[in-house]
């Protein structure tokens, strides 16, 4: 018998054929991997045909299984990159934050109050400034489902509002004892202390007040959904909890008044409570709004609680290393008050490797959105690199 005649036998086929094909489809893959491995490392990164997806795409026609993707290198994926280097991110924030003030000066009007300190001492604190990244964040996270900026406003007006109150408390004397906060007198220091503590109260009564304003774009059935999600963020199971463990972590309520220490795992559960509840809320308000579906709900939950983290880690490390007037409030305060922050206890270059872990873990969570998450991505990478 001649070698290689049964490979002509339909029979040969009909048994050995999707063995064979396995080879030859595995074969071609682990080339264009290689290939493509190849391609990036000479720099041409902008040819997207053999790109992590287009391996994806051929596997797929090939008959195998698709393989991981989304677990993929975070970052890893070319259209990351080339979507980031789209967005002036700082210009779109700054775009963002004056539709944002003027719905907020909207809400705090004169006709939406009586006129007085109190009055004033609120739009002291909520129109004084302020990146205005949490409204950015609601605003980005419902476009993501196609939710109009209209609908999606006064949600995100409500969390700056809470979050604005939250600050006046943080700078109280009895919390964190500031004088400058957005480069101005903290409301304490402009009016005083029980004007703040109302002005506090009063901020945050008008979050609530926002979110559930009848308008052309309101849905009930969202909005009791939002009101609970922001109310459950900011109270005794979120911010206000995790502000209180971080008051404790100084030693305010132990006996000899000695600060604790904690371990990083504890500073991260205190910090995911105290700034990263607010943020998680800001990126599941858009799945909210737009009526996500539960696997999409549940990325916006995780995108929202990598960015809190990334953004505390980058606020310990810029107590430490910048200066008052680059940040509107006072610096280089952390560490001698025992405050329980990650550079303190790990070392400011071991809390970079973190900082920059969670913006990784951040940007790898949006991988299934493709170029639509730009926004979200470039705010990701500006909660770490922002110098205010
Ligand atoms: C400051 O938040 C409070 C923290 C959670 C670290 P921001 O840095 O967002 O403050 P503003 O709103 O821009 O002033
Ligand atoms: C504040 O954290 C978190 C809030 C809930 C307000 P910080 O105390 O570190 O914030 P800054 O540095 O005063 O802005
Ligand atoms: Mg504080
Ligand atoms: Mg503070
Ligand atoms: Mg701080």
Partial sequence: MRFGAPVFAPAFWAVFGGAVRGVF?????????????????????NDRSRSPQALVAMRVRLGQSPGKLEKGRPGQGLTDKMN??????????????????????????????PEGRLADAMRHAALGGGKRLRPYLVLASAELFAVPEAAAMPVACALELLHCYSLVHDDLPAMDDDDLRRGQPTVHRAYDEATAILAGDALLTLAFEAITTPGPHADPASAATLVHTLARAAGAAGMAEGQMQDLAAEGRFSADGRPLTLSER????????????????SAEAGAILGKANPEDQVRLVRYGTALGRAFQIADDLLDEEASPEELGKATAK??????????????????????????????????PFGDRAGRLRAAADFAASRRS
């Fill in 25 to 45: 489809a595995d074969v071609f893959v682990v080339a264009i991997n290689w290939q493509y491995r190849l391609m990036t490392r000479t720099g041409n990164k």
């Fill in 84 to 113: 980031t280097a789209t967005i002036d991110f700082e210009a779109d924030l700054a775009a963002t934050a004056k539709r944002v003030d003027s719905a907020l000066a909207g809400l705090l009007a004169e006709t939406a109050m």
């Fill in 266 to 281: 504890e500073i991260l559960g205190l910090q995911a409570l105290k700034t990263g509840a607010l943020f998680r809320f």
């Fill in 334 to 367: 952390d560490r001698a008050k025992g405050k329980a922050t990650l550079p303190a206890i790990i070392g400011i270059g071991a809390a970079r490797t973190k900082l920059a872990e969670a913006v990784s873990q951040a940007r790898e969570t949006l991988v």
